[in-house]
Every structure is written in structure tokens, then in C-alpha cells.
T-cell receptor
């Protein structure tokens, strides 16, 4: 596709429920990132993939968060046993790698009730 | 510890005038800086970037200035247009890294 696509756009989860957020990066982009953006804040880094390899997951807030990119294209961010503090916009971005600009998707707004 | 700071949460400018958005950083290892624009309910859109080997980069109405000694960068928009009204984020990354550190954003409102 022309841009980074994320689904769903909005997700409401009951506390304790598992959720899966999907990201379709720009075709051919090697690098894929996940960021979390809380209300009134800038995006915060969660994890980074180069192709299928997860090279950095230092930003994942707890072991309830898990990300994968098995074929080096589509990525899924999974959150297990969601908590209210997980409520945020989850942004996916992709780039050609190196010091190049990353292109962001529209984000998934997760609300945990 | 906020490594990238945007100290002005909001800014209002008259249409046609210059908008100047500021950003300060603390990590002297940062070598690549970007500005993103964000409309409500959309993801951030890349605007312009600058490498630390430069002190200025220009793209149409947008110019980014980098002052390494002061650890400060700014985005100038001339002339400002109502469609520029959005939240602007600066971001930085360091050598050999790939993740961006973002500021908290400045909400720009351009008044017609």
C-alpha cells in the first residue's frame, strides 16, 4: 500500500482481556517500530524490528507486551491481561533503515475499561 | 529524564507571519533530528530533518535550524497558513541507533 496501515483504529478492551494490534508497513521497508503515545505526551519507543529480527525491545513496559514480525513484513503487537494504564495510542512506523525518516500509521487507540 | 524538550505547549500566530517552534535536547550524542506534524486522530507526518553535520535545512516554507553548542533546534514556518495548525513534535536519534526520542509537542494555531 501507499502508507503504513494499522488495524483496528479503535479498540475497547475489558481489563484482563488480551488484544492484538496489527501493522502493515510500507512495502519494502526494512525497519519497523512500535511506539506508545499517552494523552498529551510524545510517542515513546517500544520496540524495533529489522526485517524479521527484533533488535530492540527495551521500551516494552512489561512482559505482558509482545511483538512479532515473522516474515519481515506485517507486525503484530500483543498485550496480554490488559490494564487501565495500557490505554494509549499505539503507533507503528516503518523506514528504509539507517538515518532516514520513519513513516507513521494512523495508530490504534486502545481504551481499557 | 526528558532528553528532548519542547517547553512551549502552545503557540498562536497570525496567518502570513512566521511561526517559530523550539526544541532543546540534553544528549550531545544525538546526531539526527526530525520534525513531525500531527493532526487529531492521525499519525505523525514527517516534515523535515537535519543531520548534525549541518546547521540549516530548508524545504519550501519549512526551515530547521540546529545549534549544536546550545543543543537547540528550531522549526521556522514562513508564511504560516491556517492548514499548518497542528501539534508539532521534534525527535532525535543517536549514532548507530534507530529509535527516536520525541518531545512532548507544541500545538500551533494559525489564525486567519
Amino acid at each position: 500500500g501507499a502508507g503504513v496501515s494499522q488495524s483496528p483504529r479503535y479498540k475497547v478492551a475489558k481489563r484482563g482481556q488480551d488484544v492484538a494490534l496489527r501493522c502493515d508497513p510500507i512495502s519494502g521497508h526494512v525497519s519497523l517500530f512500535w511506539y506508545q503515545q499517552a494523552l498529551g505526551q510524545g510517542p515513546e519507543f517500544l520496540t524495533y524490528f529489522q526485517n524479521e529480527a527484533q533488535l530492540d525491545k527495551s521500551g516494552l513496559p512489561s512482559d505482558r507486551f509482545f511483538a512479532e514480525r515473522p516474515e519481515g513484513s506485517v507486525s503484530t503487537l500483543k498485550i496480554q491481561r490488559t490494564q487501565q494504564e495500557d490505554s494509549a495510542v499505539y503507533l507503528c512506523a516503518s523506514s528504509t533503515g539507517g538515518n532516514t525518516e520513519a513513516f507513521f500509521g494512523q495508530g490504534t487507540r486502545l481504551t481499557v475499561v | 529524564d526528558q532528553q528532548v524538550k519542547q517547553n512551549s505547549p502552545s503557540l498562536s500566530v497570525q496567518e502570513g507571519r512566521i511561526s517559530i517552534l523550539n526544541c532543546d535536547y540534553t544528549n550531545s550524542m544525538f546526531d539526527y533530528f526530525l520534525w513531525y506534524k500531527k493532526y487529531p486522530a492521525e499519525g505523525p507526518t514527517f516534515l523535515i530533518s537535519i543531520s548534525s553535520i549541518k546547521d540549516k535545512n530548508e524545504d519550501g516554507r519549512f526551515t530547521v535550524f540546529l545549534n549544536k553548542s546550545a543543543k537547540h533546534l528550531s522549526l521556522h514556518i514562513v508564511p504560516s497558513q491556517p492548514g499548518d495548525s497542528a501539534v508539532y513534535f521534534c525527535a532525535a536519534s543517536g549514532p548507530g541507533t534507530y529509535k527516536y526520542i520525541f518531545g512532548t509537542g507544541t500545538r500551533l494555531k494559525v489564525l486567519a
